[in-house]
């Protein structure tokens, strides 16, 4: 299993076999002393404390091999399974990817429009061709674009990333392709464009769609001819970077609109990979909870939080119009806000159903719940908690969770019932 490390910190050659010789040179240290000086306790402490990020570094570590090796605690590997698989046996594509030593630094389950892309972009990544990425914002665009280039032959070569939306349109030529000393007023010193930068490696160019057409007429002749000029050079400079482009317009829309170059998309559409938003790939939220919480914990040094079930039923169904982005946000912030466990009302208040809050509801004439009815709410909203979780795991085949629990059937349609549950509702296509 390889493991893809852009910062080069997090996947460092450490082992528990290196930490743990680490942990026995300062008992040693401490075993023999007959006393320490502060100064010597200063030391102890930064090696203490490296030694703790160390042990971070390495649970981070063993985490990107967890979620993507199906290593999951049991808890987690039902929720992994949240929505039926139609296609049998489950798991098998997402195994068979990853036995193919697939490097994906994140998460994935077996939503099969997530492994399509994925397969796509396995396929492609070894050979030179284009890719384009598209895909609502926030669903990994940029995330698979380094996939691409990690599991590519260039692996080891750079990785440039340009955002074509974010360049002024004179400073555009000479960003891509660099200029020659006195080009313009303010060039200093000849200085590399980006093609150049990622020449034998991978150049991604992150929203594409918002390139003005001058620009796109200029990445076309490079695209054809492998060459770029300096702005101010004559000389020409071959090139030999791979094109992964991304998204979250319409393309064809807006050739249609006159706004792109039919002949630039299909230059650089060669392979065309869309990510699914994450609404159409709920099956993988549970993982994803998991994933973020843990790593949020990690970055906050805090013990991962526990969700309330009325807050996990909320993050489970609730429609991330910013997608994965918005589900790691949301973790973290619960994660920073909430003490051991989080409830509704530390999600974000745009957001948050406004008909709860986390201490008991006033009742209609403003009076506080009694304890007996905040008990009743709690575990009515266990309960519920329960029921969908089951739900999800069978994908809503109430006869499979009846036999599981080891239920009669009829009381447990009564509790759907009681909790405005519906089982279509979990099946895979309704
Ligand atoms: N399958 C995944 N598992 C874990 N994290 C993911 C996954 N897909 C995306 N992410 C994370 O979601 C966040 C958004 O991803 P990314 O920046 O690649 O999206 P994008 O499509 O480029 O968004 P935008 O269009 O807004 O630029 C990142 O933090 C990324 O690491
Ligand atoms: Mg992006």
Redesign the pocket.
Same mark, same amino acid.
Request: aromatic share 10%; no cysteine.
């Given at each position: 299993m390889k493991l893809y490390n852009p910062g080069g910190e997090r996947g460092s050659a450490m082992s528990y076999a290196a930490l743990l010789e680490k942990i026995e040179i300062m008992r040693s240290t401490l075993r023999w002393a007959t006393r320490l000086e502060r100064p010597d306790v200063e030391k102890l402490l930064r090696q203490a404390n490296t030694l703790r990020d160390e042990v971070m570094g390495l649970s981070h570590k063993e985490r990107f091999v967890q979620?993507v090796s199906g290593d999951v605690p049991v808890e987690r590997r039902h929720e992994a399974a949240a929505e039926p698989v139609v296609e049998p046996p489950t798991g098998e594509r997402r195994r068979a990817l990853l036995a193919r030593s697939f490097v994906?630094?994140? @998460?994935?389950g077996d939503n099969p429009k997530?492994l399509d892309a994925l397969e796509i972009a396995e396929k492609a990544a070894p050979t030179d061709l284009p890719v384009l990425?598209d895909? &609502?914002?926030? @669903?990994? *665009? &940029?995330?698979?674009? *380094?996939v691409i280039h990690a599991n590519g032959s260039r692996a080891d070569k750079p990785y440039v990333s340009v955002n074509c939306g974010a360049i002024p349109d004179s400073l555009l030529e000479s960003e891509l392709f660099g200029h020659k000393k006195g080009a313009f007023t303010g060039a200093d010193k000849d200085r590399k464009g980006k093609f150049e930068s990622a020449h034998k490696g991978t150049i991604f160019l992150? &929203?594409i769609g918002e390139l003005p057409l001058p620009g796109q007429v200029k990445l076309l002749r490079v695209l054809q001819s492998h060459e770029i000029q300096r702005v101010g050079s004559d000389e020409t400079i071959s090139v030999d970077a791979r094109i992964v482009a991304? @998204?979250?317009k319409n393309l064809r829309k807006l050739i249609e609109q006159g706004t792109f170059r039919e002949d630039l998309f299909y230059r650089l559409s060669v392979i065309h990979v869309t990510?699914p938003p994450l609404r159409e790939r709920k099956d &993988?939220i549970p993982?994803?909870i998991a994933?973020?919480g843990d790593e949020a914990a990690e970055a906050l040094k805090r013990a991962p939080v526990a969700l309330t079930p009325r807050l996990r039923g909320f993050l489970l169904r609730y429609a991330y119009p910013?997608?994965?982005?918005e589900?790691?946000n949301i973790l973290y912030r619960l994660s920073c806000l909430a003490g051991q466990t989080a409830d509704l009302m530390h999600l974000p208040e745009d957001i948050r159903p406004s008909s709860t809050s986390a201490a008991p509801a006033p009742q209609a004439d403003g009076a506080e719940l009694s304890l007996a009815e905040a008990k009743r709410v709690a575990s009515d909203e266990a309960e519920r908690g329960c029921l969908e979780r089951g739900l999800q795991e069978v994908g809503g085949t109430v006869a499979e969770l009846a036999r599981r629990w080891d239920m009669n059937r009829s009381h447990l349609q009564i509790l759907l019932k009681k909790h405005g549950l519906h089982s279509k509702d979990f099946r895979k296509e309704h």
């Open positions: 979620a994906f630094e994140g @998460t994935f997530l990425v895909g &609502e914002s926030g @669903t990994g *665009k &940029e995330l698979m674009a *380094k992150d &929203e991304a @998204t979250n990510l &993988e993982l994803l994933y973020y910013g997608n994965i982005r589900l790691r």
